[in-house]
């Protein structure tokens, strides 16, 4: 499935902020331009989301995002350690520290 519409899915249902939706779109178009595989797997957007949240302070709980898309905890880490590795070298995508 689309992991932009995955996104849009999970912000209906557990309510993140625009901020966060927004950033997490921003996340995942920085990925798809550095040629990660973003519209392999929904877990994508999970990770994208949990991702975007820590940059706001706000979040996203692991729990919820990877229930309804059936991954585990180590697949979600692992998706976000490669999306901070293509906003650490991305010119077009600001990197957002810890």
């Not at 040629?35 to 949990?50: D, K, M, T």
Request: glycine share 4%.
């Amino acid at each position: 499935s689309d992991p932009y519409a995955v996104i849009d899915w999970y912000s209906d249902r557990i309510g993140p902020s625009e901020q966060i939706r927004e950033r997490s779109q921003e996340i995942l178009r920085c990925g798809e331009e550095n040629s990660l595989p973003i519209s392999e797997s929904p877990v994508w957007a999970a990770a994208a989301l949990r991702r975007a949240g820590e940059e706001y302070d706000s979040t996203v709980s692991k729990k919820a995002l990877k229930e309804t898309i059936a991954a585990d905890s180590d697949e979600i880490e692992s998706k976000i350690s490669e999306l901070k590795q293509v906003l650490r070298t991305s010119s077009d995508y600001a990197y957002i520290p810890d």
